[in-house]
């Protein structure tokens, strides 16, 4: 029987692939390899302004950024890298390998976390940090914010931790995970999900300790200075994290800080609709450009 999460999986890869990118594998150290997606002919360094969209724990770099990557590709040099446990492993220093002296980044769910990071150490490379969601968590909330995603939060869902959110093992969980991530509501039978399931969560220990990894404790943690601007992209309602956390979060990253936010449940609605956010995120990055941010 047919894999329907690999069909689906194929489908993104080919439109990836009609937006001019081509999957690519670096060996950064012996048994680790980088797989990512990239112009086609980059050999050195892009003609465009350069975009890296970094994926969350809900699909790896093609299941998250592929329409939005035939939109972007139009006016930008896309990078799409796969984190590591989610199809591949992720460089500290993609800029290095791939020729890219300065690019704008764009981080979703966990995604936002390695934004985040990499606009933190690399801050002279990394000129424009757009975080979709959050930028860390700190015991099932974001660093330095009020408690918005708290224990009683998720119990009100029927779960017990955040990894039963991001990380499900049943067709319930994964349904209950679509039901707050997506933007339009869709019914799918039980044979889809369960190989989904199967397909996008095989690393599933991994990945736990990586969801792990990222709890940090906000009593003796504070938000790193960020010498960038940062835009941080919101749901107006969404389920897990409120437009008024987003706004404290704002307040406290500072003045080069702004929010936008979208009339929408959750805050990425991915390829269930994707051509209106899919134009939003152009238009976004395209202010900076007419302002000469991004470029000198």
């Not at 591949?88 to 890219?100: A, C, E, F, N, Q």
């Not at 509501?185 to 996008?200: A, F, G, H, N, V």
């Not at 309602?237 to 990253?253: G, I, W, Y």
């Amino acid at each position: 029987m047919v894999n329907l999460a690999v069909a689906l999986r194929s489908s993104m890869c080919i439109i990836v692939k009609s937006a001019g990118l081509v999957p690519h594998t670096v060996e950064t150290e012996p048994g680790t390899k980088v797989n990512f997606w990239l112009p086609k002919n980059s050999g050195g360094k892009p003609e465009k302004p350069a975009v890296l969209l970094i994926h969350g724990f809900a699909g790896d770099g093609v299941m998250t950024w592929a329409f939005q990557a035939r939109s972007l590709s139009k006016r930008y040099s896309v990078y799409i890298p796969d984190l590591l446990f989610f199809g591949g492993s992720y460089t500290d220093k993609p800029d290095r390998i791939l020729g890219v002296d300065k690019f704008v980044l764009v981080g979703f769910s966990c995604g936002g976390v390695v934004a985040s990071k990499i606009a933190e150490l690399y801050g002279n490379m990394a000129i424009l940090l757009t975080n979709i969601t959050f930028l860390y968590i700190h015991s099932t909330v974001v660093t330095g914010a009020p408690p918005i995603m708290t224990d009683s939060n998720v119990n009100r869902f029927g779960l017990s931790s955040m990894s039963d959110v991001l990380l499900p093992k049943t067709v319930k969980g994964l349904e209950f995970l679509l039901s707050v991530s997506l933007h339009k509501r869709i019914w799918l039978p039980s044979c889809p999900l369960k190989d989904y399931l199967k397909t996008m969560f095989t690393n599933r220990k991994e990945m736990a300790e990586l969801l792990e990894a990222l709890i940090i404790n906000n009593d003796t943690t504070t938000l790193p200075s960020f010498p960038q601007r940062i835009d941080l992209l919101w749901g107006e309602n969404d389920l897990f994290f409120s437009v008024e956390f987003a706004k404290d979060l704002q307040r406290k990253l500072g003045e080069m800080t702004s929010m936008e936010s979208i009339k929408m449940e959750v805050t990425w609605c991915n390829w269930t609709d994707h051509l209106s956010t899919t134009n939003f995120s152009t238009n976004f990055l395209l202010l900076f450009i007419k302002t000469k941010f991004v470029l000198n």
